[in-house]
T-cell receptor
Framework: QKEVEQNSGPLSVPEGAIASLNCTYS??????FFWYRQYSGKSPELIMF????GDKEDGRFTAQLNKASQYVSLLIRDSQPSDSATYLC???????FGTGTRLLVSP | DGGITQSPKYLFRKEGQNVTLSCEQN?????MYWYRQDPGQGLRLIYY???????QKGDIAEGYSVSREKKESFPLTVTSAQKNPTAFYLC?????????????FGEGSRLTVL
């Protein structure tokens, strides 16, 4: 079992819809969780981080963490074509990244 | 502006040659990291350093070497022992000596072996 797992996608959503990206992790001791966005050929940039169970909202983005079930998700509301990118989940206690989910938002 | 500078952005190497990728940061961060990214495989940790003159192997350190003589600099050498070095290399840093905290990335160096 990989330490951090993501569906590679692509996840296709129409413009204006909600995109839901999911990530599971294996180490129950993990404390911090990060979502990075990476455009093709570019370096990752931080979107959200979350440390506590529950939801954390920042603009159109919501991170959700459930430590009991060992998953973390990212919701993107009102998806825009500019959101089309690969989203990487990172569990920072061991600096482990998932393989990323490619999101495609169609106009 | 504060940030992480990687050079060169593109590098071509012949088989059997060692190459060194530069990473410099002016963020006054203690910890620095090197990742490798291949298509469909996400980021894999090569080496990391939490303090000057000390560094630790990551998951895929074989065929690579690093040094940390200055806080600002963490160069990566891809040696001829690395059998499949063609990849996108990312340098990152964070402000904590521990492993938690947001990572700031450089723009990356793309290495191609001819």
């Amino acid at each position: 079992q990989k330490e951090v797992e993501q569906n590679s996608g692509p996840l296709s959503v129409p413009e204006g819809a909600i995109a839901s990206l999911n990530c599971t992790y294996s180490d129950r001791g993990s404390q911090s969780f990060f979502w990075y966005r990476q455009y093709s050929g570019k370096s990752p940039e931080l979107i959200m981080f979350i440390y506590s169970n529950g939801d954390k909202e920042d603009g159109r983005f919501t991170a959700q963490l459930n430590k009991a079930s060992q998953y973390v998700s990212l919701l993107i509301r009102d998806s825009q074509p500019s959101d089309s990118a690969t989203y990487l989940c990172a569990v920072n206690q061991k600096l482990v990244f998932g393989t990323g989910t490619r999101l495609l938002v169609s106009p | 502006d504060g940030g992480i500078t990687q050079s060169p952005k593109y590098l071509f190497r012949k088989e059997g040659q060692n190459v060194t990728l530069s990473c410099e940061q002016n963020l006054n961060h203690d910890a620095m990291y090197w990742y490798r990214q291949d298509p469909g495989q996400g980021l894999r940790l090569i080496y990391y350093s939490q303090i000057v003159n000390d560094f630790q192997k990551g998951d895929i350190a074989e065929g690579y070497s690093v040094s940390r003589e200055k806080k600002e600099s963490f160069p990566l050498t891809v040696t001829s022992a690395q059998k499949n070095p063609t990849a996108f290399y990312l340098c990152a840093s964070n402000g904590l000596a521990g492993v938690d905290g947001e990572l700031f990335f450089g723009e990356g160096s793309r290495l191609t072996v001819l």
